[in-house]
């Protein structure tokens, strides 16, 4: 059994492709959203967040023999705690990390290391901000004193749990963007305009996750662009595509028949 901790979408693809070639897999997802975007005909789905005992829980009772850890670039706490589970069970750790956006030469682009310092950033460079963070760090944003003063505007997953969390929060309904992507340059572009955002913040979470055209979007409308910079983790095993993930796990299936 191979796990795929798949809380993007091209974790989903990875999963599905496994299933085609003939692995078992079960996937694990947060949200019933997740669930429901994770659907496939040969692919077992666990909803519900884990920590590194539920991991392991898991990983032992399916019969884990791979993690393949497709989390986003950012879910720190998941890998850490995928790769405590898989020292704990002796199930092979893999991390399956998307590449990076090449960041433009472009004056008005700004680079910080966590998401404090881009709300702190961002109050400087004007007054309505513009967050497509997802909605992990929105409660960092909407408390940071520097932008008391200013309209934030949360750019989330149309998921119910997600907006909850907005109004629990303090957003308005009119600052709440819930809306699926990918999402084209144009219609950044119209987005933007729409709000009237002085200052757009956003990770580097590559193509596949709409950085680049957020950031050619800023550029068209001359925006300031906060990013926050993908956090450096040392992981044992690290594949950059989809194809090296496959193809590592057809020769260790070949290898252990």
Do not use: W
Not at 173 to 188: E, T
């Amino acid at each position: 059994m191979i796990l795929v901790l798949a809380g993007t979408r091209d974790g989903r693809e990875l999963a599905s492709r496994l299933a085609d070639n003939g692995h078992q897999v079960l996937v694990s997802v947060v949200s019933e959203y997740g669930g429901c975007l994770a659907k496939h005909p040969q692919v077992q789905v666990h909803i519900g967040a884990l920590d590194e005992v539920g991991l392991a829980n898991l990983i032992r009772s399916a019969g884990v023999k791979h993690i393949v850890d497709a989390s986003h670039p950012y879910a720190v706490g998941v890998s850490e705690n995928a790769m405590k589970a898989s020292a704990q069970t002796g199930a092979v750790y893999l991390r399956f990390e998307r590449p990076l956006t090449p960041l433009p030469e472009y004056e008005r682009l700004l680079v910080v290391s966590d998401a404090r310092q881009a709300a702190q950033a961002a109050s400087l460079l004007g007054k309505t901000v513009f967050l497509t963070t997802g909605s992990r760090a929105l409660s960092l944003f909407k408390e940071e004193p520097a932008l008391q003063n200013c309209r934030v505007i949360a750019r989330v997953l149309p998921d119910p749990g997600v907006i909850e969390q907005c109004i629990a929060l303090g957003f308005s309904p009119r600052d709440i963007v819930a809306i699926q992507g990918p999402f084209s340059l144009a219609l950044n572009v119209e987005l933007f305009r729409f709000y009237q955002a002085d200052v757009i913040v956003t990770k580097n979470g590559g193509d596949i996750g709409g950085a680049d055209t957020k950031i050619e979007a800023a550029i068209y409308l001359n925006l300031p662009i906060v990013v926050i910079d993908r956090p450096q983790i040392d992981y044992p095993t690290l594949f950059s595509s989809i194809d090296q993930v496959v193809n590592y796990l057809k020769e260790a299936t070949i290898c252990n028949i």
